[in-house]
């Protein structure tokens, strides 16, 4: 089965860091970007973090200089290193990317999401 499998999220005190991972299941990234969205409370879904198959990387502003998107296309796994969290990173997060699998491309795929909650 071709999905997208999220783990790493959690309760953190402001302050703390969290990593998030993706994995492409039954498939591997196609040579298209990768994202990192979140959803808070009452708010539309954002890009967070995104990185082009090149390795290009660009950052919502306020996460600029907190987190970091990287990716093991070996593990076919996505990151979102996330340091120095603060209340207001609270959000679900997703990833997003295309896949293949024998040589079908899917495209925009999404991971179920994965719950982070930061405390003050």
């Known amino acids: 089965q071709v999905q997208l499998v999220e783990s790493g999220g959690g309760l953190v005190q402001a302050g703390g860091s969290l990593r998030l991972s993706c994995t492409a299941s039954?498939?591997?990234?196609?040579?298209?970007?990768t994202g990192w969205y979140r959803q808070g409370p009452g708010k539309r879904r954002e890009l967070v973090a995104g990185?082009?198959?090149?390795?290009?990387?660009n950052y919502e502003d306020s996460v600029k200089g907190r987190f970091t998107i990287s990716r093991d296309n070996a593990k076919s796994t996505v990151y979102l290193q996330m340091n120095n969290l603060k209340p207001e990173d609270t959000a679900v997060y997703y990833c997003?990317?295309?896949?293949?699998?024998?040589?079908?491309?899917?495209?925009?795929?999404w991971g179920q999401g994965t719950q982070v909650t930061v405390s003050s």
């Open positions: 039954g498939s591997t990234f196609s040579n298209n970007a």
């Open positions: 997003n990317a295309d896949l293949t699998s024998k040589g079908t491309l899917y495209r925009d795929y």
């Open positions: 990185m082009t198959i090149d390795g290009r990387v």
